[in-house]
């Protein structure tokens, strides 16, 4: 099997693998493959933090041209997976010079699917891009051609606890990775000053608690497969569920805006957190650490292009913040705005390089601690 990932995130998907006794672990670009049985896919699916789908591969082949494309898909036994009353959707993604539009590609290997069909059956499967019945995978890699089945369907980033969006929210399966990157112990306090929707705090709680990402999502793509073994989800399911700790980590938020706090509460009030996470709908500049508490901060500040001179302004103040009225801390800020991040004036400790979507993106840890140096830009 694959998992998909982000830049960046390889090496601790590897490791969330390892854990869950997936054999045969080896990363590569953004995917990491591994071996298991189908208890390992429905416990890939449920656990993997930094996961974004579980693929199965069913068929690999060289092909050089669109039309050695069409004819691998019209040769292919679709048939052994779904049949011509079944709906299906393809999502392609395609590396080197040969194949450069992956929707030209999906389009080429549906042409194959419906023709065949057609051909043996007299009539065609349905192309259906919002519940599909089947989700297929194709991965192009120079000459190299792979059809998966998508085990898990929608991208497992939708673990369901986000009811109402705020602005910007970021990835679950970011954040999650991202929390991973940093560090934390999950026995010191945990906090997002700046925390919008969340999902920082939602993730920080699952970590902490052990609490597979996934434990409640209801749609994966495998419950609609024919060799769909019900019990054996249940079974893996309870088993995950007896493994949850009952520590009780500190997990708190900040956030300026009634509106998105508005939301945020909304949504912590509708999770299975609400009494775990506690947010405060406060200014982070106007916010002071308790002397006495070890803390590990993550923020996701504001990162628009568009109000230039007032962001550089807030990344002085969140700089400023944190030397001042957050000593003994470990605080990290991802960014991918990085004129903006210089004006924290923070001496970094690690620089990490990932993408939040499209966009470049630096995580930095700050070590913030009795005569932390502000430095000059
Ligand atoms: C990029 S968003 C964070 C998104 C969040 N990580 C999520 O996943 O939903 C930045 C948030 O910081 C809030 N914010 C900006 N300045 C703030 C301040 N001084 N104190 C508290 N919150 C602030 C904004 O209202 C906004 O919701």
């Known amino acids: ?170 990835n679950e399966v970011l954040a999650s990775g991202l929390i991973l990157l940093s560090n934390w112990n999950t026995k010191d306090d945990f906090l997002d000053p700046m925390c919008g929707g969340g999902t920082f705090l939602f993730e920080a709680c699952m970590i902490a608690k052990n609490i597979p990402p996934n434990l409640n999502r209801k749609s994966f793509a495998f419950k609609k497969w024919n060799d769909w073994d019900q019990d054996l989800f249940i079974n893996i399911s309870k088993s995950l569920t007896k493994k949850i700790k009952e520590t009780k980590p500190t997990i708190r938020g900040f956030e300026k805006s009634n509106n998105t706090f508005k939301k945020l509460n909304y949504n912590i009030k509708n999770s299975n957190f609400s009494d775990l996470i506690s947010v405060s709908n406060i200014d982070f500049f106007n916010s002071k650490k308790n002397s006495k508490e070890n803390l590990h901060v993550v923020i996701n500040p504001p990162y628009g292009v568009r109000i230039g001179k007032e962001l550089n302004k807030i990344y002085g103040m969140i700089g400023d913040t944190l030397k001042q009225k957050y000593q003994n801390t470990n605080a990290w800020i991802i960014s991918s705005n990085f004129e903006a991040l210089k004006g924290i004036g923070l001496k970094p400790s690690k620089k990490i390089k990932i993408y939040n979507g499209k966009l470049e993106s630096k995580f930095i840890k700050y070590e913030i601690y009795k005569g932390s140096k502000k430095i000059k830009n």
């Open 1 to 170: 099997m694959s998992a998909k990932t982000f830049y960046g995130f390889e090496d601790i998907l590897c490791e969330e693998l390892k854990k869950i006794d997936a054999i045969d672990v080896i990363k590569s670009n953004r995917i990491v493959h591994f071996k298991g049985n189908k208890e390992m896919m429905y416990k890939a699916n449920l656990c993997l933090r930094t996961a974004l789908k579980i693929l199965l591969p069913i068929a690999k082949r060289k092909i050089s041209n669109y039309e050695s494309l069409y004819k691998f898909s019209f040769n292919f036994e679709w048939e052994k997976y779904f049949n011509k009353d079944s709906s299906f959707y393809i999502n392609s993604v395609c590396f080197g010079k040969v194949f450069t539009h992956s929707l030209y590609v999906s389009q080429r290997v549906k042409d194959g699917i419906v023709d065949r069909f057609r051909k043996s059956k007299g009539s065609r499967p349905t192309v259906d891009k919002s519940n599909p019945d089947v989700y297929i995978d194709v991965h192009i890699d120079k000459n190299f051609c792979t059809f998966s089945l998508n085990s898990s369907g929608r991208n497992l980033n939708q673990r369901g606890y986000r009811k109402k969006t705020t602005e910007a929210p970021l």
